[in-house]
């Protein structure tokens, strides 16, 4: 495959409106989701019934309290979210500068491995929660897998956070001998 020579300076062009845009939407999801969280304490079934959500009697009770402790954990993770495209950004800025192997780069890229890593732990309690919340309800199949994907993510993150402070290191040592 073939890849134009300006396709690289058109991605870094392109990442800092779109990395602005996602820091945006993310922002309206976790508003939207802190809506719906305060209509569902309103009494009745408003909310309920906007979504066409019909509870049976017997599990109203447990399934709205799931759906608000889903709720809480989502705001949490665009909280998680917006620290991952944020850190990005500072570093498409540094790329964009033409200074990417720099420490505070490496530092960037570690937290995005640890806020990735809690975005998975949330993943993962969201799955518990509904698993929870529906156990008592065969009718509802819950189809809640594992992806090794963001996993390997994390790792990845990890070993390339460990590569730009060896690249800013070496540039360093680079620097003092010339």
């Not at 709205?64 to 917006?82: E, K």
Request: no cysteine; proline share 5%.
């Amino acid at each position: 495959m073939n890849v134009p020579p300006n396709a690289p300076t058109a991605a870094l062009a392109w990442s800092r409106p779109l990395i602005r845009a996602l820091i945006v939407l993310n922002l309206l999801y976790a508003a939207g989701v802190l809506l719906m969280f305060v209509l569902s304490l309103i009494p009745g079934t408003l909310l309920w019934d906007a979504l066409g959500m019909l509870f049976p009697a017997e599990h109203r009770g447990r399934i709205v309290f799931g759906l608000r402790t889903i709720m809480i954990v989502g705001i949490a993770a665009a909280g998680v979210v917006d620290r991952v495209l944020r850190q990005l950004l500072a570093i498409v800025d540094t790329v964009r500068a033409g200074d990417p192997f720099v420490s505070g780069n490496a530092r960037r890229l570690e937290a995005i491995a640890w806020w990735v890593l809690l975005g998975e732990g949330l993943r993962l309690l969201i799955g518990a929660i509904a698993l929870a919340t529906t156990s008592s309800m065969p009718e509802l199949d819950l189809d809640l897998h594992f992806s090794a994907a963001p996993w390997l993510a994390v790792l990845l993150l990890f070993v390339l956070a460990r590569v730009f402070a060896e690249g800013a290191r070496m540039r360093s040592d680079l620097e003092g001998t010339v």
